[in-house]
């Protein structure tokens, strides 16, 4: 039986049916006065059982982590690094040019660093090397005097490039979590809860960003050196002190905001609230952020600045800002970051715009597969999210480079598993290489295969986005008056956080509202003050949506009465702390 749409919307401004998250509509408990009944309500919705009530309203790692011995490898990986600890030979840390990469390679420096050993890391050009371990770059490591690289963020698909250092004799410790096939590279030990061998129970961990893996590694090694003495001189490390790192990468990679990701995301922000890691105390400075960090500055003002060294600059500027102890050294690496964060914005743009004229231009299709010369590689994971969240499907954006080899990076909507489909044409012959997870990917191919991997693709991944697509639908969690949407209520409905991936922050209904003024400001939002008809009034904002529908809709609104869809923030702008709607949609009345 079919539920009755949210308020009788069937087809809002965008065309989605407004649905109860979690089928049921929900009990009048969102006025703040009984903070348990408001947090059992939202986590129901989000799937949860009421035993996990009091692990979820706080989240600790005692209560989420599991015991790291329980990973294929895991103990293999310890005792070998245990061993270059204690022998004090010569590591270095491999690192995707990602945040995952640069904050998983930031945890073991750190971690380390704080047991004694000084690692070296490298972190491969996006434009000349490419995506993860190559061979020519770890046969360089041995020669350069490296015993062991821990390979972090890749390595599950790199047979070749590991192949070259079983053949050297370079030990490669691969700490992972993108897919892997049934075939699994020489290294000494692999650790990836989504390798097809993996016991039932560490798979349920596949939802871990790289950085997760890194830090249960250090707890691995750390445990380690504890039975063999090695603290009995020395004062063993805090690893709490690193879940800001563990946090950040997390929340950047857009991983499930469930389970141990919940505690990790949860605690880490505690922990850089304190702002002791000089580079994250950096970033936050120059982003902005003066108050508390939350969840979405992690993924809206830090990521973006850690991500530009890898993009459009210097690929190791993330983990050497992350990893320094010198404060002067932070502050010039964060405006680096900063100045690169706003190159990248502006070829980012360019780039979206030609990827999404030629989207528009194709027949319609379960996935948009474009492709241009001159397309900045750095950029093209990005415009693969931009070209997604406008078409709603799919999309991949690839980059012709001039040797005739193309490099591609993809973006899926919740519940049509990218990586594997990705995995299947690597399969079939149709890429030198390809790898990723269920929401992203990357490719590499010949420029005149392109073409064959948009039919592949589409035939792929048809049924999946069908299903996906056909009824469009967004979840509300609770309907609200105008009067209701305030501070207050803001402050109630955080408890239930940090939000993020697989544990959206809460989306009201609200209304009846009309415009009182509209303009499009930044980078084409639209900001709107509303009145309701109960005399309350409060600030809007629509990101990126002036060239959409909702935009056209908030913007020709005139005196008409509509409903909105969206989050409940806070604008700290200005003297007073206000709420505001961040709105996802609207409906007229």
């Known amino acids: 039986m079919v539920s009755p749409a949210v308020l009788g919307v069937e087809s809002s401004v965008s065309g989605s049916r407004w649905v109860w998250r979690g089928g049921q509509m929900p009990g009048d408990t969102l006025d703040g006065r009984d903070a348990d009944d408001l947090l059992r309500q939202l986590f129901r919705a989000r799937g949860a059982s009421n035993a996990d009530f009091e692990r979820l309203k706080a989240p600790t790692l005692r209560a989420w982590m599991p015991d790291p011995s329980g990973f294929l490898d895991m103990d293999i990986a310890a005792e070998r690094l245990a061993d270059a600890i204690g022998k004090q030979q010569s ?57 062991l690289v821990i390979a972090v963020d890749c390595g599950t698909q790199g047979f070749a490039a590991l192949e070259a250092a079983r053949d050297v004799g370079l030990e490669v410790i691969v700490v992972d979590h993108h897919k892997a096939a049934t075939a699994l590279p020489p290294a000494l030990a692999l ?99 003066t108050r508390p960090p939350l969840a979405r500055d992690l993924g809206f003002a830090l990521g973006p600045r850690v991500n530009a060294g890898g993009r459009v600059g210097a690929a190791d500027l993330g983990v050497r800002l992350l990893t320094t102890e010198d404060g002067h050294e932070a502050a010039a690496l964060a405006a680096e970051l900063d100045r690169l964060n706003g190159e990248r914005k502006a070829i980012e743009q360019a780039v979206t715009d030609e990827a999404l004229a030629l989207a528009r231009a ?47 990076s993809g ?10 489909a990705v995995l299947a044409a690597k399969d079939a012959g149709l890429l030198m290489a390809g790898g990723g997870h269920a929401m992203a990917a990357g490719v590499t191919l010949a420029a005149d295969q392109v073409p064959a991997l948009a039919v592949f693709l589409a035939e792929r991944m048809a049924a999946d986005v069908d299903l996906v697509t056909a009824a469009r639908q967004l979840s509300i969690d609770a309907a609200i008056g105008p009067r209701g949407m305030d501070l207050h209520l803001h402050e109630a409905l955080e408890l239930a956080g940090p939000y993020g991936q697989g ?87």
Do not use: C
């Open 91 to 147: 590591v270095v840390i491999f690192g995707d040019y990602d945040v995952d990469g640069a904050t998983s390679a930031a945890v073991l420096i750190r971690f380390l660093r704080s047991v004694g050993l000084v690692a070296g890391h490298y972190i491969p050009d996006r434009l000349l090397e490419g995506y993860g371990p190559s061979a020519d770059a770890l046969v360089a490591l041995k020669a350069r005097g490296a015993d």
């Open 411 to 420: 973006r899926s909507l919740a519940g049509v598993d990218l990586g594997a």
């Open 362 to 408: 194709l027949p319609d299709g379960p996935v948009a597969v474009v492709a241009g010369r001159g397309w900045h590689p750095g950029v093209i994971g990005i415009v693969a999210a931009r070209v997604k969240e406008r078409l709603h499907r799919p999309a991949l954006v690839i980059a012709i480079g001039e040797d005739g080899v193309a490099k591609g």
């Open 503 to 589: 544990w959206a922050a809460p989306r009201l209904v609200s209304g009846p509202w009309r415009t009182v003024d509209v303009r499009i400001v930044g980078e084409n939002h639209v900001r709107a003050v509303l009145a309701g008809v109960d005399g309350a009034r409060i600030k809007t904002i629509a990101f990126r949506q002036a060239e959409t529908a909702l935009g056209a809709a908030l913007m020709g609104a005139g005196q008409r009465l509509f409903h909105v869809a969206g989050r409940l923030g806070r604008d700290d702008w200005g003297n007073q702390p206000q709420p505001q709607i961040e709105l996802d949609d609207l409906a007229f009345v």
């Open 191 to 289: 650790v990836n809860p989504n390798r097809l061998d993996e016991t039932p129970e560490a798979a349920t961990f596949g939802h871990l960003a790289a950085v997760g893996l890194a830090f249960l590694l250090a707890a691995a090694t750390n445990r380690v050196l504890r039975a063999r003495g090695w603290f009995a001189a020395r004062a063993e490390p805090q690893l709490m002190g690193l879940l800001d790192l563990v946090a950040l990468g997390t929340v950047a990679d857009v991983a499930p905001l469930t389970g141990l990701n919940r505690a990790f995301v949860a605690q880490g922000l505690k922990v850089m609230r304190q702002r002791r890691n000089l580079g994250i105390a950096a970033l936050l400075d120059v982003g902005g952020v």
